[in-house]
């Protein structure tokens, strides 16, 4: 019985041995330091836009433009991957728009805010749905996030960088 036991102790102690580096590594214990240093740099954080509760948390700071001229009276901003995590939120329920640059601004301002009334109308949305305003040209996006935020909008970010 006891060298049954201890055959048996021996086993296992080889078989843990051999599964505990493939077991670390799957769980990313394994890996040397320098890798898993490499995957948590890899690795950002990204604050949300709204609260649990829906509400517009503070714009990080690394979101507001360098250019005067291109913020918004609101101060609501994104950075891409801020807004890309919330259209994966909510899907139809964010209002995505890129104010198209061209030679006439007032006229592609109206044409973006004409698309993001008719997805609000098309999906039922409330006036706090967030609008996520995107362009080439900061100052002519923020234009179309003050007119939104004047027409009754209450969470227009500008997606900034």
């Known amino acids: ?24 590594a799957a769980c990313g214990g394994g890996a040397e330091p320098e890798v898993r240093a490499q995957a948590l740099v890899a690795t950002s954080v990204v604050a949300p836009l709204l609260d649990d509760e829906g509400r517009v948390q503070l714009s990080d700071s690394a979101a507001v433009p360098a250019d005067p001229g291109a913020r918004t009276r609101s101060a609501r901003y994104a950075t891409p991957a801020q807004a890309a995590q919330l259209e994966a939120a909510l899907g139809a329920r964010a209002i995505p728009v890129t ?18 009334f008719g997805l609000q109308a098309a999906h039922d949305l409330p006036s706090d749905a967030p609008v996520l305003v995107r362009g080439a040209e900061l100052r002519l996006a923020a234009t179309l996030a003050n007119r939104l935020d004047d027409a009754g909008l209450s969470h227009v970010f500008l997606v900034s960088r």
Request: proline content about 5%.
């Open 99 to 116: 104010v198209e640059a061209g030679p006439d601004g007032s006229t592609a301002v109206e044409v973006a805010a004409g698309i993001v």
């Open 1 to 24: 019985m006891n060298r049954t036991l201890n055959r048996k102790t021996h086993a296992l102690a080889a078989l843990s041995s051999a599964l505990l580096p493939a077991l670390l």
